[in-house]
Nanobody, 116 residues
Framework: QVQLVESGGGLVQTGGSLKLSCAAS????????MAWYRQAPGKERKFVAH????????TYDASVRGRFTIAKDNTGNTMYLQMNDLTPEDTGTYYC?????????WGQGTQVTVSL
């Protein structure tokens, strides 16, 4: 079993920045990757960014490429999402996801609200 806890969300003005964290605990041995997704009110959850846990390679959705940076710490149990130049379209609940050989896990989410 793996537990994921997101933090760092909040209210920010357009053009501002936030840094989200996702801390993993439990049996995350053999975790192959982690990712961030977001869900705007009334819409489906969508992919934001992905990081391979072994080599650190990253993938981004086109809507955030160049503004967001996904990273992991050297202890191997925390993932980050640095978000810059935020716009109201970035508003939503941000979820982290971890990938394992037989299943994936989700965190509970952290709310990001970007005002005009």
């Amino acid at each position: 079993q793996v537990q994921l806890v997101e933090s760092g969300g909040g209210l920010v003005q357009t053009g501002g920045s936030l840094k989200l964290s996702c801390a993993a605990s439990g049996n995350f041995f053999r975790m192959s990757a982690m990712a961030w997704y977001r869900q705007a009110p009334g819409k489906e959850r969508k992919f934001v960014a992905h990081i391979n846990w072994s080599d650190g390679s990253t993938t981004y959705d086109a809507s955030v490429r160049g503004r967001f940076t996904i990273a992991k710490d050297n202890t191997g149990n925390t993932m980050y999402l640095q978000m810059n130049d935020l716009t109201p379209e970035d508003t939503g609940t941000y979820y982290c996801k971890s990938y394992h050989p037989t299943q994936a896990y989700w965190g509970q989410g952290t709310q990001v609200t970007v005002s005009l």
